[in-house]
């Protein structure tokens, strides 16, 4: 009997899903600027760090995202120093 070892498809299906979690961390910075951004902030630095670490070839989007999910976190701590709140309405 004749056995073949399997083709290793982990590189391309790794940078692959490296592309699709800088893009979710872009959407995550971005939303989080606007709504929950306790929760978006956090997840949109955690993809964009991720990745970075695995490769991607979107570079610029997981930096954005690294970069809004950062600013997510300084609009949190900016809106809880001056409102004692985390929530904001525009134009108040």
């Given amino acids: 009997m ?6 290793r498809t982990t590189a391309p299906a790794r ?6 979690t800088a893009v979710a961390s872009f959407i995550l910075g971005l939303l989080g ?19 970075l670490v ?3 070839r979107r570079r610029a989007r997981a930096l954005l995202g690294l ?9 949190l701590a900016t809106l809880i120093t001056t409102h004692q ?3 904001w309405t525009p134009g108040f």
Avoid at 33 to 51: D, R, S
């Fill in 33 to 51: 600027t606007f709504v929950l951004n306790i929760v978006f902030g956090p997840l949109a630095i955690t993809l964009g760090a991720v990745a």
């Fill in 15 to 20: 940078r692959s899903d490296a592309d699709g």
């Fill in 2 to 7: 004749d056995t073949v070892a399997p083709a």
């Fill in 54 to 56: 695995r490769g991607t």
């Fill in 85 to 87: 709140s985390i929530s």
């Fill in 67 to 75: 970069f809004l999910g950062i600013a997510d976190i300084a609009i």
